[in-house]
T-cell receptor, first 115, second 113 residues
Framework: AAGVIQSPRHLIKEKRETATLKCYPI?????VYWYQQGPGQDPQFLIS???????DKGSIPDRFSAQQFSDYHSELNMSSLELGDSALYFC??????????????FGPGTRLTVL | DAKTTQPTSMDCAEGRAANLPCNHS???????VYWYRQIHSQGPQYIIH???NNETNEMASLIITEDRKSSTLILPHATLRDTAVYYC??????????????FGPGTRLSVLP
């Protein structure tokens, strides 16, 4: 079965550089979530999109922005990178179901290292 | 969302049942209990969810107490590959898309040979 695809899987950047992470949801999934997981920490919600519109916002820094495109893939843009941005970035997608079914499927993550 | 408390860590012998408890004493009537796990640095993986009835799937069983203030995830025959951090999350399932999950801190389960 198709899974969530994230690219790149690993990324190394210098301080103050920019980075773009990409997420390709499972086919026919219309909701995308971004999470950040720092070293030794639990995943923290950043932002989500439903039908190409921002639907919820968490602890996302102002230096970060994201969008969802017409094909439902999403990109997380990160500028003025700081050492503290080094983390695993997960994308999750959800099918357009309702009721009790709220399962999110997570991708393998992008490991960002800021030097 | 209701707050959950879980043991920081647990050990389980390979082949035995792993019982992971979760306390959610402030759960409200329309909140579901979800379980996810994260195997080292991989994306969190959905395990099971439930409202008030016990649930079972190919991965695990979920036992929810009658008052819904606590639940137990049961892995019937733990294997070494079940070593992971297990997260119990309580939230309202909603047609309001974009509902995110709040993770943490979870139980670190170590399955021992």
């Amino acid at each position: 079965a198709a899974g969530v695809i994230q690219s790149p899987r690993h990324l190394i950047k210098e301080k103050r550089e920019t980075a773009t992470l990409k997420c390709y949801p499972i086919p026919r999934h219309d909701t995308v979530y971004w999470y950040q997981q720092g070293p030794g920490q639990d995943p923290q919600f950043l932002i989500s999109f439903y039908e190409k519109m921002q639907s919820d916002k968490g602890s996302i820094p102002d230096r970060f922005s994201a969008q969802q495109f017409s094909d439902y893939h999403s990109e997380l843009n990160m500028s003025s990178l700081e050492l503290g941005d080094s983390a695993l970035y997960f994308c999750a997608s959800r099918a357009p179901t309702s009721g009790s079914y709220n399962e999110q499927f997570f991708g393998p993550g992008t490991r960002l290292t800021v030097l | 969302d209701a707050k959950t408390t879980q043991p920081t860590s647990m050990d389980c012998a390979e082949g035995r049942a792993a019982n992971l408890p979760c306390n959610h004493s402030t759960i409200s009537g329309n909140e579901y209990v979800y379980w996810y796990r994260q195997i080292h640095s991989q994306g969190p993986q959905y395990i099971i969810h439930g409202l008030k009835n016990n649930e079972t799937n190919e991965m695990a069983s979920l036992i929810i107490t009658e008052d819904r203030k606590s639940s137990t995830l049961i892995l019937p025959h733990a294997t070494l590959r079940d070593t992971a951090v297990y997260y119990c999350i309580v939230r309202v399932p909603s047609d309001t898309y974009g509902q995110n999950f709040v993770f943490g801190p979870g139980t670190r389960l170590s399955v021992l040979p």
